[in-house]
């Protein structure tokens, strides 16, 4: 996932009602899996999740699935239909669009329905899109430290980079914690570019972010 949007209801140009949509954006990685076009996942009011593809070259929507598991499936449900997309996207879910209530009926309703859904705790950013980022980046930095701490025993691998690549890859690093700093990002950046060009044994030696992982898991 790469980013989410909602709106409330609204009308089009031609003054036409529109009901509150939702949207989850993929990355590009995951779109070239499926044409190379916007790829995403789809929330309507009136007939709940779909995964909709486009054409790469005239961005029409060349395909659209619904999974048909009600208006607010549980999240889980909603997992597993992308998941079944991947793996066969024209045996997942159906291409008719299910309806589940009306344009613009019953809106304080539909809150009430959407309410669950909501924090149920007090939030420190109130836009949607704002807590996602802060999530994302959560749920990144958690990857990192499981994966460093996993490490302690592993065994070294044999990864032979080209000083331009391992070059590409500290930058990457160092932007990353530029735009969102993090320990682990520095240190890992920076037991890369101890170990360059040293014996295998620099791994033992230069290895602050995996210390860190471990102390982070340590502490309550």
Known sequence: MTGIQSCGPWRDTDGEYLDVE???SF???F???????DCGLHWAATSGWCLYTADKEDR???????PGAGLLPEPRLVTAFVDAFRLD????GSSEQPSYRQDGQDIPILLD??????????YLFEE????????HRRAYENRVRRALVSGACDPLTHLHLRQGELTALLHLLEYTESTNPSTLNRLLAADLSARAGQPPQAAETHKQALQEANHRRQTP
């Open 128 to 135: 949607p899109q704002v807590r996602f980022a802060d999530l």
């Open 22 to 24: 939702a949207a989850i």
């Open 89 to 92: 996207p024209a045996m997942s």
């Open 27 to 29: 990355t590009q990685a």
């Open 31 to 37: 779109q070239d899996q499926h044409g190379g076009g």
């Open 113 to 122: 329905r959407l309410a669950p859904y909501l924090p149920a705790q007090p």
């Open 60 to 66: 029409y929507l060349s395909g659209v699935r619904w």
